[in-house]
């Protein structure tokens, strides 16, 4: 493929995508995988596994490069097994020399998932990374194991930043019933951007993830009304455009939130420039009765060998 890197454009894409249960083809005594192994019913062969990870990895190549000319600096992932998964991602055709490096801690998630963080080295470099477990309880008071938050600071074109990459808990068992859950983390990612500005006040910061709640839901609605925080996905949900579809409705779970601070205009610092979801033609069902909606990988047990059922949203910082 032809490199398509511009190093004398100003912007720079950060995204975040969900990518669908991405599991390698080994058993994993610890947690509950059996249905990503080549026994399964899913018949999750390393066939499959190598082409899934070959198109994520096209997916991730062609967010955001029409106007910042190159591949996404950062990227927050969900739904991820392992480092391993991470790892074979970023050797994959269309990422492999492009100088990406990792940052994942393995959770203590039921289903054995995780969120990740990938970066270009030529554009970010890390200075610290840590995680931060929910404490959430089920009815019986046991311990109810989800993912983790992950924290990464680093500088992006040398100046400091703070992102957080979440994958909330999911409206399995219903929306109302999940829903306090949902606050928990909210609540959690409140404290962990006080401390922050705690210790520093003009510290920017880059909230991402894959939420299990829409921009007008209260947990969300908590970020953005409790803290000095912008929310530019609530112009993108609409009746026809989201992140996933779910019975023939969009929703708008994967968003990208950030501190004002991204909009003050200062020299060689970064500033929000646009938002949007990356919803590309080839990366939509292309016909059927769910035309138009995220191509998968899985409907059910049934194979279908799309990409996700999410699609990746993005924003683009103008260094100035």
Sequence with gaps: MTSKKDTTSG???IAFYNLENLFDTFDNKHTHDDDFLPSSEKKWTQKRYKKKVRKLGYAISEIGIKTSKKLPVIVGLAEVENKLVVEDLLDSKFLE??????VHYDSAD???????LIYNKDYFKVEHTEVFPLDLFDENGFRDYTRDILLVTGYLNNEKIHILVNHWPSRRAGEQETEAARLTASNKVIEIFNSIKEEDSNAKIIIMGDFNDDPSNKSIK???NTLDIYNPMESLKSILRGSLNHRQNWNLFDQILFSTNFFEYQPHKHSFSKANIFDNQFLKQFKGKYRGNPFRTYVGYKYKGGYSDHFPVYIHLKKN
């Design 222 to 224: 908590q970020l953005v």
């Design 110 to 116: 039921e289903r054995g998932i995780d969120v990740a």
């Design 97 to 102: 020399h492009k100088n990406y490096d990792l």
């Design 11 to 13: 912007y720079y894409t």
